[in-house]
């Protein structure tokens, strides 16, 4: 998986050209705050030290009525929403002696498992010692596979049984089970694993990152009895996937010895004799397990639902992408918790000639039947809960026509009292300084009586509980009243906001942040740097509060920061989404081109001689690819960071699912001409800057070394950065790496 920043709006008295500016009413915000005018700006320490980072919900529901929390002292405590009271239970002194990466509680309460010591490895995996704390005593257990002496060996993942204090765990790629939180009785589940080959439990690479996007691949029964497992075997030679297999292991056979104690749950008859894929793994009952397959052409998704006890599977539904496009199905289905008959699922529904939009259906595994919730040219993301007792589901989605905000719905299933459409309950919602709430997240209790709501922008975030019943805020939890202290002084950036047409009968969606002496009745031109993804499904364009990069380059060194989202980005619809489809480096590039001109045609204050772009992973991909296809000099110089400059050198599992095979009876052709390496003759009038990391395990450092043994080919100069031992991230070189592309702007920017 390849790699927007919120404020006031300026509001323009008309559209210009094609330019459609979204008027946005002024709030008591800091950047909607009269300012003043030799107040300072952002400075570059402070965004790269997270001065204005704000604090989030960082809460587990534990019960219908209590969460686990870490407060601001650093101590670990309960909250009892009935009671609105604190309950400690680790004090800030452990925490601080532990200092845990990871925490959870066991279901008994008695016990802390926390994960301490940690060395990152890829995106979401890492090693890290594991010691469970008694709470009541204060003792602490190494948890190993075997007894420790000396020194407490790392391990790759471990969670708690969900309910009784019972472990599972992975050390050296192999899966472990111990039956009590003393630690005494441990069982081997498996003994195939291997380094850097053989994976029980935990993802491969191209797993963790592309599709589980987690450090884990085990899920136990609901009532513990039993665990699903996931073995990926990476041995084997040539461009071949990886062989993966899914387990469920019956813990009681395991204990007591007996037979069959490991079950093999087979892919679909259809999927088994070729490459594919599993997406998802979810129990629907104590007794079934579902799972999610994919091909590897990632168009056709089925959904299986397996015996636990004997490995049998029935194929349920079968889905294939309406557009001829890929699926996104990578979340277990929701299930009726009582008989696992039916079950939530999202899933592309046609809307009127609209194209599809992604939406919430129930399925029925004994009719068949396949029934929308929620309709509407609207996008659902993600399903919260399915409260089956008053027959609600809560969901978020980004509304019809602002694919850049997200609020809170719920809708009756088919069983609800009133057949109704999707209720929003936060449009129109606004936080305690009078600023909307356009982006919003909402984290449901066990039982969904209440919810956590943090309205995340376009102001400073703010988190409150609420009653589901009636939607009655109870408690403001979070204000982030230090952040905006620290902004009410700030010449901020202001925000432009508009939408310009682009090919195919679309709307690009453009953030332009302005310097804060912008003056709309005096002429002054300004440089103009674009800052681009553009991968598909993305989406930089929002209303959710952020302080980055942008905010410094605008407020104090008066460059227009600019965003565009065009064709391929998310949460407007599949029609929009599935441009990219087979073509890769193109509609994405040319809306770039495109609107980037459009700007520079329609604003006066835009200077389009110093006009610049950059962008990270994908987007320096599309970044290099504009510079390549740049004509008509739209852009004087480009920056890209750790860029996929071929796809053929990209993992399979993103690259087919937007491009298919790189095979003559499949896209061959598609792959060779988005190949930058071979299209580099046009950099020849810009200015470029690469840069990346030469430990980078996501976009490998040979994707730059091939596009820099291109241009020397070419006898093209160009600017270069390698960072030794750094990955994708670039995190241990943060001042350097902006630092130096602040500098490569200046000599752009200067050298007219």
Same mark, same amino acid.
């Given at each position: 998986?390849?790699?927007?920043?919120?404020?006031? %709006?300026?509001?323009?008295?008309?559209?210009?050209?094609?330019?459609?500016?979204?008027?946005?009413?002024?709030?008591?915000?800091?950047?909607?705050?009269?300012?003043?005018?030799?107040?300072?700006?952002?400075?570059?320490?402070?965004?790269?030290?997270?001065?204005?980072?704000?604090?989030?919900?960082?809460?587990?529901?534990?019960?219908?009525?209590?969460?686990?929390?870490?407060?601001?002292?650093?101590?670990?405590?309960?909250?009892?929403?009935?009671?609105?009271?604190?309950?400690?239970?680790?004090?800030?002194?452990?925490?601080?002696?532990?200092?845990?990466?990871?925490?959870?509680?066991?279901?008994?309460?008695?016990?802390?498992?926390?994960?301490?010591?940690?060395?990152?490895?890829?995106?979401?995996?890492?090693?890290?010692?594991?010691?469970?704390?008694?709470?009541?005593?204060?003792?602490?257990?190494?948890?190993?596979?075997?007894?420790?002496?000396?020194?407490?060996?790392?391990?790759? *993942?471990?969670?708690?049984? #969900?309910?009784?204090?019972?472990?599972?765990?992975?050390?050296?790629?192999?899966?472990?089970?111990?039956?009590?939180?003393?630690?005494?009785?441990?069982?081997?589940?498996?003994?195939?694993?291997?380094?850097?080959?053989?994976?029980?439990?935990? #993802?491969?690479?191209?797993?963790?990152?592309?599709?589980?996007?987690?450090?884990?691949?085990?899920?136990?029964?609901?009532?513990?009895?039993?665990?699903? /497992?996931?073995? /990926?075997?990476?041995?084997?030679?040539?461009?071949?996937?990886?062989?993966?297999?899914?387990?469920?292991?019956?813990?009681?056979?395991?204990?007591?010895?007996?037979?069959?104690?490991?079950?093999?749950?087979?892919?679909?008859?259809?999927?088994?004799?070729?490459?594919? $894929?599993?997406?998802?793994?979810?129990?629907?009952? #104590?007794?079934?397990?579902?799972?999610?397959?994919?091909?590897?052409?990632?168009?056709?998704?089925?959904?299986?639902?397996?015996?636990?006890?004997?490995?049998?599977?029935?194929?349920?539904?079968?889905?294939?992408? +309406?557009?001829?496009?890929?699926?996104?199905?990578?979340?277990?289905?929701? *299930?009726?918790?009582?008989?696992?008959?039916?079950?939530?699922?999202?899933? +592309?529904?046609?809307?009127?000639?609209?194209?599809?939009?992604?939406?919430?259906?129930?399925?029925?595994?004994?009719?068949?039947?396949?029934?929308?919730?929620?309709?509407?040219?609207?996008?659902?993301?993600?399903?919260?809960?399915?409260?089956?007792?008053?027959?609600?589901?809560?969901?978020?989605?980004? +509304?019809?026509?602002?694919?850049?905000?997200?609020?809170?719905? $719920?809708?009756?299933?088919?069983?609800?009292?009133?057949?109704?459409?999707?209720?929003?309950?936060?449009?129109?919602?606004?936080?305690?300084?009078?600023?909307?709430?356009?982006?919003?997240?909402?984290?449901?209790?066990?039982?969904?009586?209440?919810?956590?709501?943090?309205?995340?922008?376009?102001?400073?975030?703010?988190?409150?509980?609420?009653?589901?019943?009636?939607?009655?805020?109870?408690?403001?939890?979070?204000?982030?009243?230090?952040?905006?202290?620290?902004?009410?002084?700030?010449?901020?950036?202001?925000?432009?906001?508009?939408?310009?047409?682009?090919?195919?009968?679309?709307?690009?969606?453009?953030?332009?942040?302005? +310097?804060?002496?912008?003056?709309?009745?005096?002429?002054?031109?300004?440089?103009?740097?674009?800052?681009?993804?553009?991968? #598909?499904?993305?989406?930089?364009?929002?209303?959710?509060?952020?302080?980055?990069?942008?905010?410094?380059?605008?407020?104090?060194?008066?460059?227009?920061?600019?965003?565009?989202?065009?064709?391929?980005?998310?949460?407007?619809?599949?029609?929009?989404?599935?441009?990219?489809?087979?073509?890769?480096?193109?509609?994405?590039?040319?809306?770039?081109?495109?609107?980037?001109?459009?700007?520079?045609?329609? *604003?006066?204050?835009?200077?389009?001689?110093?006009?610049?772009?950059?962008?990270?992973?994908?987007?320096?991909?599309?970044?290099?690819?504009?510079?390549?296809?740049?004509?008509?000099?739209?852009?004087?110089?480009?920056?890209?960071?750790?860029?996929?400059?071929?796809?053929?050198?990209?993992?399979?599992?993103?690259?087919?699912? $937007?491009?298919?095979?790189?095979?003559?009876?499949?896209?061959?052709?598609?792959?060779?001409?988005?190949?930058?390496?071979?299209?580099?003759?046009?950099?020849?009038?810009?200015?470029?800057?690469?840069?990346?990391?030469?430990?980078?395990?996501?976009?490998?450092?040979?994707?730059?070394? %091939?596009?820099?043994?291109?241009?020397?080919?070419?006898?093209?100069?160009?600017?270069?950065?390698?960072?030794?031992?750094?990955?994708?991230?670039?995190?241990?070189?943060?001042?350097?790496?902006?630092?130096?592309?602040?500098?490569?702007?200046?000599?752009?920017?200067?050298?007219?």
């Amino acid at each position: 998986m390849l790699l927007a920043t919120v404020g006031v %709006m300026l509001v323009v008295a008309a559209a210009i050209a094609t330019v459609i500016v979204t008027r946005r009413s002024s709030n008591a915000s800091p950047r909607a705050s009269p300012l003043k005018a030799r107040s300072a700006g952002i400075d570059l320490v402070e965004v790269l030290n997270g001065t204005f980072s704000t604090f989030s919900f960082n809460g587990t529901w534990i019960s219908d009525s209590e969460f686990l929390f870490r407060s601001s002292e650093n101590g670990l405590n309960i909250f009892h929403v009935d009671t609105q009271t604190t309950e400690e239970l680790l004090s800030k002194e452990l925490m601080n002696k532990w200092r845990p990466f990871k925490y959870s509680l066991s279901p008994s309460r008695k016990y802390l498992l926390v994960a301490h010591d940690v060395q990152k490895l890829f995106r979401y995996s890492y090693l890290a010692r594991h010691t469970v704390l008694n709470l009541e005593t204060g003792k602490s257990s190494a948890l190993a596979p075997v007894k420790v002496r000396f020194e407490q060996p790392p391990l790759l *993942f471990a969670t708690w049984a #969900p309910t009784k204090d019972a472990l599972a765990f992975v050390s050296h790629n192999d899966l472990y089970y111990a039956t009590g939180p003393d630690l005494e009785t441990m069982y081997r589940i498996t003994d195939t694993g291997q380094i850097g080959s053989i994976f029980n439990a935990i #993802p491969d690479w191209v797993y963790e990152e592309e599709i589980l996007s987690s450090n884990s691949a085990l899920w136990f029964s609901p009532d513990s009895r039993r665990i699903a /497992f996931a073995t /990926f075997n990476d041995s084997r030679p040539g461009r071949d996937n990886p062989v993966v297999d899914l387990w469920v292991v019956d813990l009681a056979k395991l204990i007591t010895g007996g037979a069959d104690t490991v079950t093999r749950l087979a892919p679909p008859t259809s999927l088994a004799a070729i490459d594919h $894929y599993f997406t998802a793994v979810g129990w629907a009952t #104590p007794d079934k397990v579902s799972v999610i397959w994919m091909n590897r052409h990632q168009t056709v998704n089925t959904i299986s639902i397996c015996a636990a006890s004997n490995g049998r599977c029935q194929d349920d539904l079968v889905h294939e992408s +309406p557009d001829h496009a890929w699926n996104d199905m990578y979340t277990a289905p929701k *299930f009726d918790s009582v008989d696992g008959e039916t079950y939530l699922v999202i899933i +592309p529904t046609p809307q009127k000639g609209k194209g599809n939009f992604k939406h919430i259906a129930l399925r029925n595994s004994t009719d068949k039947s396949l029934t929308p919730l929620t309709t509407g040219t609207y996008e659902v993301t993600e399903i919260l809960s399915w409260d089956q007792k008053n027959h609600i589901v809560y969901f978020t989605a980004a +509304p019809s026509g602002k694919p850049g905000h997200r609020h809170f719905y $719920y809708v009756g299933d088919l069983n609800h009292n009133k057949k109704q459409q999707a209720y929003c309950v936060t449009c129109g919602f606004k936080n305690d300084f009078s600023e909307e709430c356009n982006y919003n997240a909402a984290d449901v209790s066990e039982d969904n009586t209440y919810y956590v709501l943090t309205c995340n922008g376009p102001g400073i975030p703010q988190v409150t509980i609420h009653s589901a019943a009636d939607h009655a805020r109870l408690l403001l939890l979070e204000d982030n009243q230090e952040v905006r202290e620290r902004l009410l002084d700030r010449s901020l950036p202001l925000e432009k906001r508009l939408e310009i047409d682009i090919e195919g009968g679309f709307k690009a969606q453009v953030s332009m942040k302005l +310097p804060p002496d912008y003056n709309p009745t005096r002429f002054q031109s300004y440089p103009m740097l674009v800052y681009v993804y553009g991968g #598909p499904g993305s989406q930089l364009v929002s209303d959710r509060f952020r302080i980055d990069w942008g905010d410094y380059l605008a407020s104090e060194r008066g460059i227009i920061y600019t965003s565009i989202d065009g064709r391929g980005s998310g949460y407007a619809g599949d029609k929009l989404l599935h441009s990219l489809y087979y073509g890769l480096g193109t509609a994405e590039v040319d809306d770039q081109l495109a609107v980037t001109a459009a700007l520079q045609k329609s *604003f006066q204050f835009i200077d389009s001689s110093r006009t610049a772009i950059w962008g990270w992973s994908y987007g320096g991909y599309v970044t290099a690819s504009a510079l390549s296809r740049d004509f008509n000099n739209v852009f004087k110089c480009g920056i890209s960071v750790a860029p996929v400059t071929s796809w053929v050198y990209y993992d399979t599992v993103y690259t087919e699912r $937007y491009m298919g095979l790189p095979t003559l009876d499949d896209n061959f052709d598609a792959y060779n001409s988005s190949d930058i390496t071979r299209n580099v003759s046009n950099f020849r009038n810009k200015d470029f800057f690469l840069i990346h990391g030469t430990a980078d395990d996501n976009v490998h450092y040979q994707q730059s070394m %091939m596009l820099s043994r291109a241009l020397e080919l070419e006898d093209i100069l160009f600017r270069s950065q390698s960072y030794p031992d750094e990955n994708h991230g670039l995190a241990g070189v943060k001042k350097h790496h902006y630092h130096s592309m602040e500098d490569f702007l200046d000599h752009c920017y200067n050298n007219v």
